[in-house]
């Protein structure tokens, strides 16, 4: 045997060099998103900042392939490309997103930051063991409107007829809706609820509650709300109708109030959820969180706008004023 050619046999038998091995995979997190990149730009750098915490750089260790959807019914198109895409955790922050997500994949991680309720539209067996594939953070929202229903009752006390806008391509309709009816009869209201699928139906929406005399809105948050917030506010302050929505954002762009967790801090935190579950831990053993820090914002030039006067006691409990 030539000496050429036992040191290519053998050198056949050497590991190769790091240069020639296999590159290390980069965890893909696929973000199902609905309405446009801009609206939610606060929640994507939030979610980006939880993952800097954690060590994970995008481009360098961690790759988020983005999906959004201009319309509800094309979730879960959007949903499968994700999983044709092997993606290794899907992040979709509320019922409506997740309800795309597990009609694409039983399999794939899912993690949410703001479900409504996840376990009354059976997303997750229990908040301590949620069992399946999907797990993260819940704002509770079907509590979360009963305060914002009396709230807004003390807002504007002699209010005759409370609108509430709600939209009903949400998996929590039902509940919420059933939410919304008790709270009412609670405080001795009467509501005109009035479901939404699309902006489309904003301007007819509020053109129903104007024939029915209602004299306040409660805007119960969604995708759409939120996606779509500056136009809600505009209609509002139209119609002048003193409005209660379900994040501080719609007050930032001229709503009235909002009572809400921080949802961005939700949706930072859920990157913990992606953290474990990336190395190695399952969903269906990761209990449900929930929101800790809740604010409650008041737009002070909005309510000058409505020739609006709000209580003083209302005023004091107000986190942040708006002027």
């Not at 104007?210 to 500056?230: D, G, I």
């Not at 209609?235 to 409005?243: D, H, I, K, M, S």
């Not at 859920?270 to 409650?296: C, E, N, R």
Request: proline share 5%; aromatic share 6%.
């Amino acid at each position: 045997m030539r000496r050429r050619e036992f040191l290519g046999g053998a050198a056949a038998l050497w590991p190769l060099p790091l240069s020639a091995q296999q590159p290390v995979k980069v965890p893909q997190i696929g973000y199902l998103g609905f309405g446009s990149a801009s609206a939610w730009a606060n929640r994507v750098e939030a979610m980006r900042v939880g993952l800097r915490e954690l060590g994970y750089i995008e481009g360098k260790n961690i790759v988020i392939e983005f999906r959004w959807a201009e319309r509800a019914d094309q979730l879960r198109e959007l949903a499968a490309e994700l999983v044709r895409m092997n993606v290794d955790v899907i992040f979709a922050t509320s019922s409506t997103e997740v309800d795309a997500a597990r009609q694409a994949t039983k399999t794939i991680p899912i993690v949410f930051a703001t479900h409504a309720d996840p376990v009354g539209v059976g997303h997750v067996a229990t908040l301590r063991r949620p069992g399946g594939n999907i797990t993260g953070l819940s704002m509770v929202l079907t509590e979360l409107v009963t305060k914002e229903l009396a709230m807004l009752k003390e807002a504007v006390p002699h209010a005759p007829r409370i609108g509430v806008l709600l939209t009903s391509t949400l998996p929590t309709y039902a509940v919420l809706k059933q939410a919304v009816v008790d709270t009412g009869e609670m405080l001795g209201v009467q509501l005109q609820i009035v479901p939404v699928r699309t902006a489309e139906d904003f301007h007819g929406a509020f053109e129903i509650m104007a024939r029915e005399r209602v004299s306040s809105l409660l805007a119960v948050v969604s995708p759409l709300t939120s996606a779509h917030r500056m136009l809600l506010a505009e209609l509002a302050l139209r119609y002048r109708l003193p409005a209660m929505f379900g994040t501080k954002d719609n007050v930032v762009v001229g709503g009235l109030m909002s009572y809400a967790p921080d949802l961005a801090d939700l949706t930072r935190r859920a990157a913990t959820y992606i953290d474990k579950i990336l190395k190695g831990a399952k969903p269906a053993d990761m209990p449900v969180d929930q929101g800790s820090k809740y604010q409650f914002v008041i737009n002070l030039k909005t309510a000058k706008a409505l020739g609006l006067e709000l209580p003083a006691t209302l005023l004091a409990l107000a986190d942040e004023v708006i002027e």
